[in-house]
């Protein structure tokens, strides 16, 4: 899992380590500059725009560090007078001492049209709050009109670092040096591709941070006992598939095999048991007649139009036709189940608004999920995964617009049971199943994709 920090939560661990550890905050300082000194091509000229606080000081400092290893590098700030406080104002005493210049202009292209080499972004970091305007926003905007490779300091200026979204204009950046831990801005579509490519500069800081959202790595998964049986590994019963809707319950059920369950039972409409059945034999299908097999591990409900969930304690995915209006709140309480709505889905069952940004979602899921057991993956570009009686949020990075097909959610869902019956815990099992899908379409080309090719990906995938 990969922290990914809000501006509040960086601000912690930094006064964690200059109060707690007696870390001088020069010496983050300086640690940042020579991290990102060393993502520059070598030789290359270097011009180093500083900005009003110690994202300037960064830049200030890594001038300093640039000059010392022979480069030539010029200095400028948007404002004529920076007004430099605490350690931004050491390091312009620094650079000056070492017979450096700041140099400012109010044609930033015009001053721009003679560089050569790289551009250093150190205008805004940790510290932003509201949107670019006046100077700075001047220089950014000629910035990214120059064509120049841009290296950010810590992010690119005009991200807000606690978010998503990009307010106003942005610096797009060839490249960061992400200072100590990613923040949201570093993980989060549309503001993480501004960052280009991203490195973490390790940094003096508490390598394990508080934070409230995380970004899902590879899932570990136990390991499978040599002389495991069919018994060991599940039995997922799948009510889905009734007239039109057959291929739902046949993916849905290649979904929880492809992941390793060792049993499947659909159970369809009586009128398409013979089709779900011809297309998937590893399954056991029968036509729904009211009862559920006494021996299931979990259920699945909901793909191919079925919208009646039966009575069954034990643990359960809804999917698709299942997630009917307002009861949302309901799953959201029940302990051992999982819900995986895509955006529409999620509004009409929790009969909010339609959440279209990332930071919408990320705030609705929080709302609907915060002290609740249930399980919610709001799918989407980057899903949302909250709930399961834990407080953080975690995003899944895998898979691609490929994904958009019918039938791609049907697959996921059955992954989801696949996995829950081996005996992962809910949350596991939803993330397990997310990453692992999206991986699974990150291997294959985007447009055309089937979820059947992502299904036989998975095998080859889960084996590492
Ligand atoms: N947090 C840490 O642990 C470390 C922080 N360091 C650097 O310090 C930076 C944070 O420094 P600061 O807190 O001084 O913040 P910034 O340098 O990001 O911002 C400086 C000031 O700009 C003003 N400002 C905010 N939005 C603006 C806008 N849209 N237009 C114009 N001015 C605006 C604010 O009043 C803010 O105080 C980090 O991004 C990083 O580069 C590093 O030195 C290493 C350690
Ligand atoms: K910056």
Redesign the pocket.
Known sequence: MIPLLTADE??V??RQ?IEGWGVP?LV??E??ALGALALLPPGQPVHVLA????????ALALARLARLEGREVSVWSPSAQPGWRG??AHQARLWKGLGGEIRTSTAPAEAMAVWRGWVVD?L??????????GA?LAWVRALNASGLPVLA???PSGLDPSAAEIPGEAVRATRTAC??HRKVCHGLMPAREACGDITVVP?P?DRAPRAALQLLERPILPPRAWDAHKGSFGHVVIRAGSLGMSGAAVLSALGALRVGAGLVTVLTDPEVRAEVAAQVPEAMVRPWQGTLPAEADVLLVGPGGIDQVPDWEGPLVLDASALKEGEGKRWMERPGTAITPHPGEFARLFRLPRPMLMDERLAQARQVSTGKPGVLLLKGAQSVLAGGAREELWINPTGHPGLATGGSGDLLAGMVAGFRAQGLPMREAVAAAAWFHGAAADRLPGAGLLPRDLADQLPELLRG
């Open positions: 960086m601000r661990v930094e380590a905050s983050l300082q640690h940042a900005g009003p606080g110690n994202n300037g000081g960064d350690d931004a150190g805004l970091g940790l510290g932003t709050t509201r949107p670019l305007e700075a300091l810590d992010l200072f100590g940094i800081l």
